[in-house]
Each structure stands twice: as structure tokens, then as C-alpha cells.
């Protein structure tokens, strides 16, 4: 048996490591957020990485989702093992041929990084309004709600299609898990070899349309048989819940991590329960272990199958003491009495009720309410919102948490001073813009911690839909044990500017801790220089916090080493040399290893310009001295000008200045439709050098 090796990857990855080796054909067209899976699926077909059965898998790239999808069914009707990786309107692209899939009862997983779908705007962020949209399609639908868990279910999946003739969608939270970058313990061969059945393989061959065995699929039925057809798949479908499970089973025996279809988490006695799926689950579980050690009597059930659901199992993991539930769910649904997964829970406990095997003594009262859709975030505060709101006699039913609805009064009261996390945890924060390298760097610094067997490391990265050039803020937490929050960085205590005119621009400083550290790229001015040039309220804030300040001129040790603008290698040495998350001297030989393993193949020069980068960073890292009273005259310019449309002023500018979150539903178009030339009002000034067009 091959050792596991425990690696730090991101969900995407996990996901597709196992996809593309449990297939022989990968039909793909990238979309965000899942675009990485298709891309690695290429890649590692043109370095000739091979899957279980020691045969590279066809990777074909067609023109849109449609043609991928009908790709994909053409090649499931060859007999060949097939898969796909999509989200959002791409997913909707693939209904008609999935419908057709599901319909001839043909085994196939779809990995999906679920995304929002296009309304009232477009948003390339994580919800489950895509997978949602699909139920009737006639695919199940098995969720994942961390890094690790999106590499096992998608061998799950497989597994059990194969089995149960019915396909499966896998799926994740975008971006949230798509992107997050956790430690986890990879599969090998032997374990995936061990879990795919040969003669289930064979079987779905047999299914083949094939001259040499010829017959007829996909006929046209008139009203004498279409009915009836339809109701044969039936005993399909009432056996996948049994065969999921049973899977779930072989897979605990084989790796030792043990799932169900329905996990409960929490006070065995628990009055008040929280039932959810995806990533906000470990959220959830997180924030019921805290408030139960303080003398709560809380849980959580995380939903894995959840179509089918099956009520057997789902009543099997309700505790008999519960009296008040809620059901979250990452989606939206105009018009309905309820969101999906609500209404399923609802019609469950109420026909074990009128059955009788309702396993409490009386039917809990149930809410349903939504939260985090296109990404926004779900937070141990928010979660405990939830969970006071189950106390109450009247609980408000179809409630939003993580908004303030001043239209229809949907929304839950949040603390946001409620925290949970770990004195423990390194948690750091870094402004960046796309495109400099502050996030690959942050990538770079994850596996040097997380490859050390002490540390466990997670990295999760905000990006502007702008993309390049736009700000992006990854957060890192690093420490003893295993990291599981799937929300951005509370309380931060390292916060690192990689450009000092954000501090112009947007709160940078709002999540330090008190004490924290602060690193400053000063360019284009020394170090020396900077405090007297940083806008008053800032230095305020840096002295009530007692804020460490550090400061360094990046882009001028950068030119001066032959690289340009990339200053990524030198934030990354200052973080390394100041945090203290690792010994200096281990932590710039692991950096110098990382740099030698990312631009070796770029040339010796390249490599060399690197290390002096890093020798020469540690000379001109400076401690900027904080007085105890703030000294700067200057005051943060506006946002945007005083003359500026009333739009602009009380909307735009909010969204600008980072400070979106805060605005209420009545502040917003209810169509959509916005004013136009507001972009003539948002004047970044990112960048130290104007250029010259000729």
C-alpha cells in the first residue's frame, strides 16, 4: 500500500486530483470558479500523468458549456468513464443533455464549484443557486463542505454512481472551497483502485451503444408509455441513499474518515439544531462547540445527500431532544413558501409525524432562513444569530442573516464583537493588487508553513471581480491544530500593506488586533519618511491599538535588483522576518527553497535575482517609530468628490471604500438597473508610475 501523503492544496485541486483519475474522458470549458479543475485536468494530460487504469484520459476542450456537456454524453454512450467541471450559467448551459443522462440511467459525476447565478446582476461568487437550479434534472446532488472532504466525495460519487446508474453532481461552495488552501491527506491510487469496482466498470461498458451489439436509446414516446417510463426509475433512485452510504462505509474502511449522509455534530441532548450543507457547516459546528462549552445544549446536522434525501437517515441523526430547528441554505428561490432543502425537511418531519415515527414526542418547530449568497459572509456571530433566534418563543420564519433588510424586516440582529477564534492562530491579513504577486506569495508561504508537521495553515484570498489591478485581500491563519473557518479573518494580528496608498482608501487597519503587527510597503518614499506622510485618523487608529509598525521600500529594492515591480518575494521575506510564525533563518531558507522550485525552470538569473532580493529585503526593513500622539496634518481624502450624483455618494462610494457589506436592501435597485458614468468617480491611484501612451 502507497504511504498518503498529507499536502496543502486548494478545493479545486483536491477535487480534480481524484476526478481526473477515476475517468478516461474530461469534457471541459472553464468557468470561474471552477475553471482551475478543468485547467489542471489539461495540464496533467500533457505531462502524461496517468489514472488508475495506467491510461492518460482525453481532455477536450469544446466551445462552451453546451458543447461540453453534450461532449460528455456522447462519450458516457461510448462506455467511456466521463466527467465535466463547471458552475453557474455554464451549469445551466448543461440541462438538456442532463436531463438525457439522468433519463437513460447512465453513471457519470459532474464536479461543480457552486456559484450565483445571473439575476438583477451578474456575480462570479459562491452560493447554491446553480446546483439548486438543476434538482429536476433527475441528478443527485452529494455536497462538500471543506478542502478535504471535496477530495473524498468526489471519489464517493464515483463510487456510488457506478453502483446506483444514477449521476451524481458534486459540488462545493465557490470560491469559499473552490479556492480555499488547506492541509489535507491525499488518496492514492491503491485507495481509489480500492473503492472503484471492476465489474461495475464493465457494466456501464455493456451499456454502450455499439454496432457489434446493436440497439435502440432515446426513442420518441407518445402519451401511452411516457408516463409510465418515467415512473420506472424509480426503485433507482429509493436505493441511492443505501448505496451512498454503504460506500461512505467502504471508504471509512479503507482511508479511516468516516461520513454519512447526514453528520450531527453538537450537545447529544441539544433542544436547538441548525441544519445546513456546505462549507458554512464548519462555521456552524465550530460556533455550537463554543457556545456548548459555555453551557449550551446545541447541534448542527450537516447534510451530504441532499437529493435524495432520505428520511430514514436524516430522522436517525436528529437528536429525540430537539424542539427548534432551522434550515439554512445558501440560495434563493422568488416566490417559493420556502427555500429547497426547507421544504424537504419540512414534508420529511411532517410525514413522520402522521406516520408515527417521528423520533421526538412532539413535531420542533421548524424556520427556514437564507444567508452568505454570492459569497457573503457566514461568521460564528452570525451563526449564533441563528441559534439565539431558536430560543425565542415567536422565531422569525424566512429570515436573512449577514444583511440589514429595512424592506421586508428579514433580517436577524448580529453582535459583531462575538469571536471564537483560537488565542492560538497566527491570523494574518494582506492587501494586495491583482496581478503584483501578493497572492501567490501568500500561496507560497501557506505550503512552507503547512509542509512543517507542527502547523496546520488555511489561506483564503478576496478578489475584486475587476480582477488584475483591482485590491485583493488574502487572509491566513495559521497554527497547532486543524484549522476550520470558513469565514475571512475577524480579528487579524498581522495585517501587511503591499501598497501605502491604500491607507488612503479604505479601512486597512479595522481588523488589527490590539498589538498587532503592521508591515508597510512605503514606496515610493523610505521608511523614514512614512509616518509623518500617513493621514492622521490612521496614525490615530495605529496608536489606540498600539499597533507594531514596519516599513520597507519595496518597489526600490525590487528595481534595484533587476525585478521590476514584482515585490511579492520581498513582502513575503518581511512577513517571514517579523511575524515570528517560524524562525527567521529556517523561514528565508524554505522561502529561497520555494523560490529555486517556482522560477528554476525560468533560468539560473532569475533564481539568483530572487535570493539577492531576499538578502537585500532584510537590510532594508525598517521599524517605524509610533509617538505617542499622532503628528500627521493630513486627513483621508474622500472617497469621492463632494459634487458627486446622490447615487454615487451614498451607494457607489460605500462599495468603493470596501464598505458594502453595510448597505441595507432598500438602498439598492431593485432591478438592477443602475445609474450610468460612475466610473468616471472612482479614481483608484494605484499605481506610482503614470504611463505614457504613444
Known amino acids: 500500500m502507497t504511504e498518503r501523503q498529507v499536502t496543502t492544496i486548494d478545493g479545486n485541486e483536491a477535487a480534480a486530483y481524484v476526478a481526473y483519475r477515476v475517468n478516461e474522458v474530461c469534457t471541459i470549458y472553464p468557468i470561474t470558479p471552477s475553471s482551475t479543475m478543468a485547467e489542471l485536468a489539461d495540464q496533467w494530460a500533457a505531462e502524461g500523468v496517468k489514472n488508475i487504469w495506467g491510461s492518460v484520459p482525453l481532455v477536450m476542450e469544446m466551445q462552451h458549456e453546451g458543447g461540453a456537456a453534450g461532449a460528455a454524453h456522447g462519450a458516457l454512450q461510448t462506455g467511456a468513464l466521463t466527467t465535466t467541471f463547471t458552475a453557474s450559467q455554464g451549469l445551466m448551459l448543461m440541462i438538456p443533455n442532463m436531463y438525457k443522462i439522468a433519463g437513460e440511467l447512465t453513471s457519470a459525476v459532474f464536479h461543480v464549484a457552486a456559484r450565483s447565478l445571473a439575476t438583477q446582476g451578474l456575480s462570479i461568487f459562491g452560493d447554491h443557486q446553480d446546483v439548486m437550479a438543476v434538482r429536476p434534472t433527475g441528478f443527485c446532488l452529494l455536497a462538500s463542505g471543506s478542502v478535504q472532504e471535496a477530495h473524498d466525495m468526489a471519489l464517493i460519487a464515483q463510487a456510488a454512481t457506478l453502483e446506483a446508474r444514477v449521476p451524481f453532481i458534486h459540488f462545493f461552495d ?183 415515527t417521528l423520533p421526538m414526542p412532539a413535531l420542533p418547530r421548524i424556520i427556514g432562513g437564507r444567508y452568505g449568497l454570492s459569497s457573503k459572509e457566514f461568521t460564528p456571530a452570525m451563526c449564533k444569530a441563528v441559534f439565539d433566534e431558536l430560543r425565542k418563543d415567536q422565531p422569525k420564519n424566512h429570515f436573512t442573516v449577514g444583511i440589514v433588510d429595512d424592506v421586508a424586516h428579514t433580517s436577524l440582529e448580529v453582535d459583531p464583537s462575538f469571536d471564537i477564534e483560537s488565542h492560538k492562530v497566527v491570523r494574518a491579513m494582506f492587501f494586495g493588487l491583482g496581478a503584483d504577486g501578493t497572492v501567490g506569495a501568500n500561496k507560497n508561504s501557506i505550503k512552507i508553513i503547512g509542509d512543517d508537521p507542527e502547523f496546520f495553515a488555511q489561506g483564503y484570498f478576496v478578489y475584486d471581480s475587476k480582477k488584475s489591478g483591482s485590491q485583493t485581500v488574502s487572509h491566513l491563519r495559521f497554527g497547532p491544530d486543524p484549522i476550520r473557518a470558513p469565514y475571512l479573518v475577524q480579528s487579524a494580528n498581522f495585517i501587511g500593506a503591499h501598497q501605502f496608498n491604500f491607507l488612503d482608501r479604505g479601512d486597512v487597519l479595522k481588523r488589527a488586533a490590539p498589538g498587532a503587527v503592521v508591515l508597510l510597503n ?173
Not at 302 to 318: G, Y
Not at 530 to 555: M, T
Not at 568 to 577: E, L, P, R, V
Open 174 to 356: 465557490g470560491f469559499r472551497t473552490s479556492h480555499e488552501v488547506n492541509k489535507l491527506t491525499l488518496l492514492t491510487d491503491d485507495d481509489m483502485r480500492a473503492m472503484i469496482r471492476d465489474d461495475l466498470v464493465l457494466a456501464h461498458r455493456a451499456r454502450a451503444l455499439n454496432p457489434d451489439r446493436p440497439f435502440i436509446r432515446g426513442t420518441a414516446q407518445n402519451p401511452d408509455v411516457y408516463f409510465q417510463s418515467r415512473e420506472t426509475v424509480n426503485p433507482f433512485y429509493a436505493k441511492v441513499p443505501g448505496i451512498v452510504q454503504a460506500v461512505m462505509d467502504q471508504f471509512a474502511g479503507v482511508t479511516g474518515r468516516r461520513y454519512n449522509l447526514f453528520d450531527y455534530f453538537g450537545d447529544p441532548n441539544a433542544e436547538r439544531v441548525i441544519i445546513l450543507m456546505g462549507s458554512g457547516t464548519e462555521t456552524a459546528c465550530e460556533t455550537a462547540a463554543y457556545l456548548n462549552q459555555r453551557g449550551e445544549r446545541l447541534g448542527v446536522v450537516q447534510v451530504r445527500l441532499c437529493q435524495p434525501l432520505s428520511a430514514r437517515h436524516f430522522l436517525a441523526a436528529l437528536p429525540a431532544s430537539v424542539q427548534s430547528i432551522a434550515v439554512m441554505e445558501r440560495t434563493k428561490e422568488p416566490g417559493a413558501t420556502g427555500e429547497p432543502l426547507y421544504l424537504e425537511i419540512v414534508n420529511t418531519l411532517v410525514e413522520a409525524q402522521a406516520a408515527g
Open 522 to 694: 512605503t514606496s515610493p518614499h523610505e521608511p523614514e519618511e512614512a509616518w509623518d506622510r500617513i493621514p492622521r485618523p490612521v496614525q490615530e487608529e495605529i496608536i489606540a491599538k498600539k499597533l507594531e509598525v514596519y516599513g520597507i521600500n519595496a518597489e526600490k529594492v525590487a528595481r534595484d535588483n533587476g525585478m521590476g515591480t514584482r515585490i511579492n518575494t520581498i513582502m513575503q521575506t518581511c512577513f517571514f522576518a517579523i511575524s515570528k510564525v517560524l524562525p527567521r533563518d529556517k523561514a528565508i531558507e524554505k522561502i529561497k527553497y520555494s523560490i529555486k522550485k517556482t522560477y528554476a525552470r525560468k533560468g539560473e538569473e532569475v533564481v539568483r535575482k530572487n535570493f539577492v532580493a531576499v538578502d537585500n529585503t532584510l537590510t532594508n526593513l525598517r521599524r517605524i517609530e509610533v509617538p505617542a500622539q499622532a503628528t500627521g496634518a493630513r486627513q483621508l481624502p474622500p472617497i469621492v468628490p463632494a459634487n458627486a450624483p446622490e447615487f454615487v455618494q451614498k451607494v457607489t462610494a460605500m462599495m468603493m471604500a470596501g464598505r458594502g457589506d453595510e448597505l441595507p436592501v432598500s438602498a439598492l435597485p431593485v432591478d438592477g438597473t443602475y445609474p450610468s458614468g460612475t466610473t468616471k468617480w472612482e479614481k483608484r491611484n494605484i499605481s506610482n508610475f503614470v504611463p505614457i501612451w504613444e
